[in-house]
């Protein structure tokens, strides 16, 4: 996923920052987005009320059906604004185009049936589309991604429901106060035209709800994409890789500049900063004469007021038993003084009795401890022998990675790959295969929820050197899945080429 294309700004923000730059960024591409949104909302929209409102007389169904197709117009949406997020507006003609693989490849029969009442689809759908994780691993990465967001999205939801209501009660009584009293049967309220429903009065009603709900939906997606998009840079610092990039391109320009300045400041700091052999010799013998008269030097100070008076402070301390008691202090009475010796017994025995169960209770305070980091290090192997190495996940970010799964001659498949014309088989083949060394060869301690950007960070801690190759890789598969942007051939196949260098040298080892 190439960063520096992107063009929104990225930085920290709130939930509600982030659905109001998605609110804006798509008013700001209106013209794209709505010209393939209304190519494919209008035509369902006129064949619905053909059938349904001018045949069966029933418009209420066109509004329940348009409503239960939001999924499927969603995913057009989402298409043209991920793409104009870097930069790249499809026409017309690519985003209807797009639309078979949009549907076919982003789980839309789960979007319609038990995922469509879900009040976090926002925020689940460039999961499904644009990340095509499925199973488990989709499973995953949708909670992960709704740990921090998930309320957001909800409140998101419930927010665009209320302001679709909204516009069409007001959209109603606008309409409703426009229609003349003439035109109005005698007797008729609109409590019996609410009962009876007349088509007439059926369009009137149902319509500018329509109207509300298929201006505000495009909307609504780039919301939910742009909450996706804080999230995810929440999780893997795009802002902070973006400002590195920045730094690095400018630390390369002022480098030769900066170091010629640098060797001459600190030749001129050597030269004046050296001392002659005469300043000191004069600097010793000055210090020598300073430690003899620093006697009288104290004792001039101590004779200053501030510091030569003596002051006399009281304190409060327990009396200890070796202290000699004042034989002439108060002596209580005999029945006072066996009172408060029953008493003091009396308090010492619960002094006694609380120190026990405070003992008691600190030693079951440690076994249940101990019992729970028994209990912690059996469940995730927190003691096991360090020399036996964990058998790496079958999957990650959503890629089989088993041996098994992979070609013997991987780079010479991928190269038939991509001379067939199929640059994206050919460069997840590659991806998997990268893993699968990385994981059985070169035993990189994957973990069985990493994403894409987790796996490149553990490959820089524990393979740093196939880390370069890596980082390519995967920035041609980002570009290729998620920006959908054309990756030239000769780039694919030195990629082969090179996985050869990195990978069959593993294998040989």
Same mark, same amino acid.
């Given at each position: 996923?190439?960063?520096? /294309?992107?063009?929104?700004?990225?930085?920290?923000?709130?939930?509600? $920052?982030?659905?109001?730059? !998605?609110?804006?960024?798509?008013? +700001?591409?209106?013209?794209?987005?709505?010209?393939?949104?209304?190519?494919?909302?209008?035509?369902?929209?006129?064949?619905?009320?053909?059938?349904?409102?001018?045949?069966?007389? $029933?418009?209420?169904?066109?509004?329940?059906?348009?409503?239960?197709? %939001?999924?499927?117009?969603?995913?057009?949406?989402?298409?043209?604004?991920?793409?104009?997020?870097?930069?790249?507006?499809?026409?017309?003609?690519?985003?209807?185009?797009?639309?078979? @693989?949009?549907?076919?490849?982003?789980?839309?029969? =789960?979007?319609?049936?038990?995922?469509?009442?879900?009040?976090?689809?926002?925020?689940?759908?460039?999961?499904?589309?644009?990340?095509?994780?499925?199973? %488990?691993? !989709?499973?995953?990465?949708?909670?992960?991604? #709704?740990?921090?967001?998930?309320?957001?999205?909800?409140?998101?939801?419930?927010?665009?429901?209320?302001?679709?209501?909204?516009?069409?009660?007001?959209?109603?009584?606008?309409?409703?106060?426009?229609?003349?009293?003439?035109?109005?049967?005698? @007797?008729?309220?609109?409590?019996?035209?609410?009962?009876?429903?007349?088509?007439?009065? +059926?369009?009137?009603?149902?319509?500018? *709800?329509?109207?509300?709900?298929?201006?505000?939906?495009?909307?609504?997606?780039? #919301?939910?994409?742009?909450?996706?998009?804080?999230?995810?840079?929440?999780?893997?610092?795009?802002?902070?890789?973006?400002?590195?990039?920045?730094?690095?391109?400018?630390?390369?320009?002022?480098?030769?500049?900066?170091?010629?300045?640098? =060797?001459?400041?600190?030749?001129?700091?050597?030269?004046?900063?050296?001392?002659?052999?005469?300043?000191?010799?004069?600097?010793?013998?000055?210090?020598?004469?300073?430690?003899?008269?620093? !006697?009288?030097?104290?004792?001039?100070?101590?004779?200053?007021?501030?510091?030569?008076?003596?002051?006399?402070? /009281?304190?409060?301390?327990?009396?200890?038993?070796? &202290?000699? %008691?004042?034989?002439?202090?108060?002596?209580?009475?005999?029945?006072?003084?066996?009172?408060?010796? #029953?008493? &003091?017994?009396?308090?010492?025995?619960? !002094?006694?009795?609380?120190?026990?169960?405070?003992?008691?209770?600190?030693?079951?305070?440690?076994?249940?401890?101990? @019992?729970? *980091?028994?209990?912690?290090? +059996?469940?995730?192997?927190?003691?096991?022998?360090? #020399?036996?190495?964990?058998?790496?996940?079958?999957?990650?970010?959503?890629?089989?990675?088993?041996?098994?799964?992979?070609?013997?001659?991987?780079?010479?498949?991928?190269?038939?790959?991509?001379?067939? @014309?199929?640059?994206?088989?050919?460069?997840?083949?590659?991806?998997?295969?990268?893993?699968?060394?990385?994981?059985?060869? $070169?035993?990189?301690?994957?973990? /069985?929820?990493?994403?894409?950007?987790?796996? *490149?960070?553990?490959?820089?801690?524990?393979?740093?050197?196939?880390?370069?190759?890596?980082?390519?890789?995967?920035?041609?598969?980002?570009?290729?899945?998620?920006?959908?942007?054309?990756?030239?051939?000769?780039?694919?196949?030195?990629?082969?080429?090179?996985?050869?260098?990195?990978?069959?040298?593993?294998?040989?080892?």
């Amino acid at each position: 996923m190439d960063l520096e /294309r992107l063009s929104v700004t990225l930085r920290p923000r709130n939930h509600w $920052e982030a659905i109001d730059l !998605g609110v804006r960024f798509a008013l +700001s591409r209106a013209r794209p987005l709505y010209a393939a949104w209304f190519a494919l909302t209008l035509p369902v929209l006129a064949a619905l009320t053909l059938i349904f409102a001018l045949w069966l007389g $029933e418009i209420s169904w066109v509004l329940l059906i348009m409503w239960w197709l %939001k999924p499927v117009f969603d995913r057009l949406a989402l298409h043209v604004v991920s793409h104009a997020v870097f930069g790249e507006i499809p026409s017309l003609r690519q985003s209807l185009h797009a639309l078979p @693989g949009l549907l076919r490849n982003s789980r839309l029969l =789960a979007a319609l049936t038990w995922e469509r009442f879900s009040l976090t689809r926002s925020i689940r759908l460039p999961v499904d589309q644009l990340e095509g994780l499925r199973g %488990k691993a !989709g499973r995953q990465r949708k909670s992960l991604l #709704g740990r921090r967001i998930g309320s957001a999205a909800t409140w998101h939801t419930l927010a665009w429901l209320h302001l679709e209501t909204i516009l069409w009660t007001g959209l109603l009584g606008l309409v409703w106060l426009l229609i003349p009293e003439d035109l109005m049967p005698a @007797g008729v309220t609109l409590w019996k035209l609410l009962t009876a429903q007349p088509l007439w009065f +059926s369009c009137l009603l149902y319509l500018p *709800l329509l109207a509300c709900s298929l201006l505000l939906e495009p909307l609504y997606v780039a #919301g939910g994409f742009m909450l996706y998009l804080k999230r995810r840079t929440d999780l893997e610092a795009w802002d902070v890789e973006l400002q590195f990039r920045r730094l690095a391109l400018s630390h390369t320009a002022r480098s030769g500049l900066a170091s010629v300045c640098v =060797a001459i400041l600190l030749g001129l700091l050597l030269g004046v900063a050296t001392p002659s052999p005469a300043e000191a010799a004069d600097s010793a013998s000055l210090r020598e004469t300073q430690i003899s008269q620093s !006697g009288e030097t104290i004792k001039q100070v101590m004779q200053d007021p501030a510091f030569g008076k003596e002051e006399t402070e /009281r304190r409060l301390h327990w009396r200890s038993s070796d &202290e000699p %008691k004042n034989k002439d202090a108060f002596k209580l009475p005999d029945g006072l003084r066996g009172l408060f010796q #029953g008493l &003091e017994g009396f308090f010492e025995w619960i !002094g006694k009795a609380l120190a026990m169960l405070g003992r008691i209770g600190g030693w079951l305070l440690i076994l249940a401890a101990l @019992g729970l *980091l028994l209990y912690l290090a +059996s469940r995730f192997g927190w003691f096991r022998n360090s #020399g036996e190495a964990k058998a790496p996940p079958a999957e990650l970010a959503g890629f089989d990675i088993r041996p098994q799964s992979l070609p013997d001659d991987l780079a010479s498949a991928a190269h038939a790959l991509l001379t067939a @014309g199929d640059a994206r088989g050919a460069l997840s083949l590659l991806f998997r295969g990268s893993l699968s060394r990385l994981a059985h060869r $070169e035993q990189v301690a994957f973990a /069985r929820g990493d994403t894409e950007g987790d796996c *490149l960070d553990r490959t820089r801690q524990q393979a740093a050197a196939r880390a370069p190759y890596l980082a390519r890789l995967l920035g041609c598969w980002q570009r290729l899945a998620y920006a959908h942007q054309v990756i030239p051939p000769a780039e694919i196949e030195a990629l082969c080429q090179d996985w050869r260098k990195h990978f069959e040298e593993v294998s040989r080892g």
